[in-house]
């Protein structure tokens, strides 16, 4: 029970990170018949944001927090990609520490440029992104923004290790969740210490691709945060989910695809190199599939 005897907190936290597949590995642990993933995706409480936009749709109240897990369930999950954006988002390792001091963390990572290029296109589908590419990564020196400082795993990585210990972390990268996927859900299942053979054919679907997304029109995030998302959360998610890629494939003209030039991609290479070095000395993993 929670200290002041009311609602139950997750056990468990999938930290990130955005764009690498939090979505997918959210769908793929609700199937299992042991886990209770939180009622509603990416709550963000831990992670506070200065950006109006991103607090409004953060489930900022403990009690409401609370609420959205079922105290039957012992293993309980919170897949929030907000949670590995230091320095945009600042303090989200202590502050699990200090409410669930055991809590086991889940951290999927992604090829950097990959990720960076995926980000930038979500900017553009939901936020009103218009800059082309290089332009709108700026200063890649500027660990702020929001398409560098995600793909900053071992940053990342190294504040969790700073309040957990090692073997309350587990890494995975995107690609074993892509090629591997029923040996890497197995690894995650037994991690998080729950039934490891359990099978869905739910675990066929990948979703969230950046070749289907959409263009929003400027205000339509926010229109969903303060209008929609609030009145369809009774909604179950799979089914909110397939009526929101109807309307938008109706709607919405299709996302441009950015390019990346040679000249671009040398810089990230270099901006990421030693980054995913000391991600691989951090972890032990190779990344063989990572162009950097």
């Known amino acids: ?54 607090e409004g749709a953060r489930v900022a109240r403990r009690d409401d927090y609370e609420a959205l897990y079922d105290p039957a369930m012992t293993v309980r999950g919170d897949a929030s990609p907000s949670y590995a954006m230091y320095p945009l988002r600042q303090g989200v390792p202590d502050r699990i520490k200090e409410l669930v001091p ?6 999927v990572v992604r090829d950097p440029i990959e990720r960076t290029i995926s980000h930038y296109h979500q900017l553009v589908a939901t936020s009103g992104e218009r ?27 190294e504040l969790y290790l700073r309040r957990f210990t090692q073997d309350q972390v587990l890494v995975i990268d995107q690609a074993d969740l892509l090629m591997q996927r029923r040996p890497t ?28 997304r959409r263009t929003y029109p400027p205000g339509f995030t926010r229109f969903m945060m303060s209008s929609v998302r609030p009145r369809s959360q009774w909604i179950p998610p799979r089914i909110r989910r397939s009526l929101r890629l109807s309307v938008e494939r109706v709607l919405l003209p299709p996302l441009e695809m950015a390019e990346l030039d040679d000249h671009l991609r040398s810089r990230l290479e270099d901006l990421y190199a030693g980054e995913n070095q000391r991600l691989r000395s951090l972890t032990g993993k190779a990344f063989s599939a990572w162009s950097v």
């Open 1 to 54: 029970m929670s200290a002041h005897g009311h609602g139950v907190l997750p056990t468990f936290f999938i930290v990130g990170a955005p764009k690498a597949g939090t979505t997918s590995l959210h769908h793929y642990l609700e199937q299992h018949p042991e886990i209770q993933m939180s009622a509603v995706k990416e709550p963000s409480f831990f992670a506070p944001s200065s950006d109006p936009l991103t």
């Open 102 to 107: 055991d809590a086991k963390l889940v951290y």
């Open 131 to 157: 800059r082309p590419l290089e332009e709108a990564l700026g200063d890649l020196g500027d660990p702020r923004s929001p398409c560098v400082c995600a793909s900053l795993y071992a940053l990342q990585l």
């Open 185 to 212: 859900l197995k690894k995650v299942f037994e991690f998080l210490e729950v039934d490891s053979s359990f099978e869905s054919q739910q675990f066929d679907i990948e979703f969230l691709k950046s070749a289907g």
